[in-house]
């Protein structure tokens, strides 16, 4: 059983830029959560999408962006990139959603790595 | 704005010690608790979820309890080997709401 795929792994942008990053769910899995992980930070929760719909959001500025896709695959954006942008950025998905089953555990994925020149 | 605290931040034992580490967490509205091992340059592996007050849950060497009345639930490790070095997340959710980390709790065994 294939796991929680995210691409790419590593990237280098540039301030003012814009990154797009993509989770490929454990196949069964619909719902998919996004986090920001800094040097000295705990995972700091960016989004969490079922389908298709945002189910919680965290505190982060409209910069960040997501969605998901009918395949429950599901991307985020980044616009405007700030020097403070770079971290890791970990999506892990779970069969069912907040709310619905609390102890659902996430699996996650390797992470995609931005670098912010 | 949720707070999950983590103690101790770090830990450096020796291979057959026992530990523990602790989650705190606001036991108001709580729904589940979830402990996850995260290796260095892996990805972050569920441990344990928790629901109920007084859960214990057990891995091999690894158990967890939960307290929800109290607000803390324990990790513990007995008889560490170096392999079980790894930071040692605690999460929260809340009904309806997002799953909180903590900090993590970095834990290095010395052979």
Known sequence: KAGVTQTPRYLIKTRGQQVTLSCSPISGHRSVSWYQQTPGQGLQFLFEYFSETQRNKGNFPGRFSGRQFSNSRSEMNVSTLELGDSALYLCASSWGATGNSGANVLTFGAGSRLTVL | ?111
Not at chain 2, 8 to 14: E, G, I
């Open chain 2, 1 to 111: 704005i949720l707070n999950v605290e983590q103690s101790p931040q770090s830990l450096h034992v020796q291979e057959g010690d026992s530990t523990n580490f602790t989650c705190s967490f606001p036991s108001s509205n709580f729904y589940a608790l979830h402990w996850y091992r995260w290796e260095t340059a892996k990805s972050p592996e569920a441990l344990f979820v928790m629901t109920l007050n007084g859960d214990e849950k057990k891995k091999g060497r690894i158990s967890a309890t939960l307290n929800t009345k109290e607000g803390y639930s324990y990790l513990y490790i007995k008889g560490s080997q170096p392999e079980d070095s790894a930071t040692y997340l605690c999460a929260l959710r809340e009904y309806g709401n997002k799953l909180v980390f903590g900090a993590g709790t970095i834990l290095r065994v010395k052979s």
